[in-house]
């Protein structure tokens, strides 16, 4: 009888190759670990919409995210770093850098451009984590000097948007005159009457935070950002206590405590830039 023979072949797969969902479709939530699908990620301008949490992203995908039609033109694309001190750690300096060109495709830990937010003009000056821990360098500086001068000449607002571990140590006291520079510049800048506006994204620390990154006409902050000098653990050591408070060195502490005077969400930045834009128009 049929059913106690089996008439037809087991069932067999042709292609014994395992069915993958290709990379690039799904996203997880480094914080809360829901998936989503990249391009609702992207169109919620890579934070996450169950906590809204804001994953890092670099010079590119802001000055996408902020100008007009994701149109800018790239300013001051011909400095690279230079191993000034034959530094050597792990690997020598000189290696590092052209290892992380390498990976990254980009040639520093900044870049500068010039664009259009709801038709007003705005030179940003944007870091890269991913560039040896968005660390401030002497091309950092000197990118950063330039850009402020380019504002001044052309009468455009300026932008820093901050994501750094702090000043290079591979270059030394060379990097720390950086924060002295750029902070002179920014005395040019408010002498000719132009708004400057610091964005402190995750992390915000060292000699970054202490000098230009805090010094904006308008200090905003992303959500949850990391924003301080020295790290928890040094802190603690030297100011000798158990704890620290839990949103120590948050965002939304600088805020409580002044540092800052917004906290803006990724996705209502471009509009609060246009708003500030406006109203520094009307002044
Ligand atoms: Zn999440």
């Not at 906290?263 to 520094?280: G, S």
């Amino acid at each position: 009888m049929a059913w106690y023979e089996r008439n037809k072949q087991n069932i067999t797969t042709t292609n014994n190759e395992k069915r993958e969902i290709p990379e690039g479709i799904w996203h997880q939530c480094e914080s809360c670990r829901t998936v989503t699908l990249v391009k609702d990620f992207i169109q919620d301008k890579y934070t996450c919409h169950s906590c809204g949490h804001h994953e890092r992203i670099g010079s590119k995908e802001y000055f996408e995210l902020l100008f007009d039609n994701k149109e800018y033109t790239p300013l001051i694309t011909n400095l690279k770093s230079r191993d000034f001190l034959n530094f050597v750690d792990t690997k020598p300096y000189i290696e590092r850098l052209e290892n992380t060109r390498k990976k990254t495709g980009l040639d520093e830990a900044t870049a500068v451009a010039h664009g259009k937010i709801e038709g007003m003009d705005l030179v940003i000056s944007a870091m890269d984590f991913d560039f040896i821990g968005g660390s401030m360098g002497s091309v950092m500086g000197e990118k950063m000097a330039k850009a402020i001068d380019y504002a001044i000449q052309h009468r455009c607002a300026f932008m820093i948007i901050s994501q750094s571990g702090g000043a290079r140590m591979m270059e030394s006291s060379l990097s720390l005159m950086q924060m002295a520079k750029v902070s002179a510049k920014l005395t040019q800048l408010a002498a000719a009457k132009l708004p400057y506006f610091s964005l402190l994204t995750n992390p915000t620390t060292g000699g970054v935070s202490a000098s230009f990154a805090m010094l904006g006409d308008i200090n905003m902050a992303e959500p949850k950002a990391l924003v301080g000098f020295a790290g928890a653990r040094v802190i603690k050591e030297t100011i000798r206590v158990k704890e620290l408070p839990e949103n120590f060195q948050s965002a939304e502490s600088n805020l409580e405590n002044g540092f800052v005077d917004m906290i803006v969400d990724r996705k209502k930045l471009r509009c609060q830039l246009a708003e500030l834009l406006r109203y520094w128009q009307h002044l």
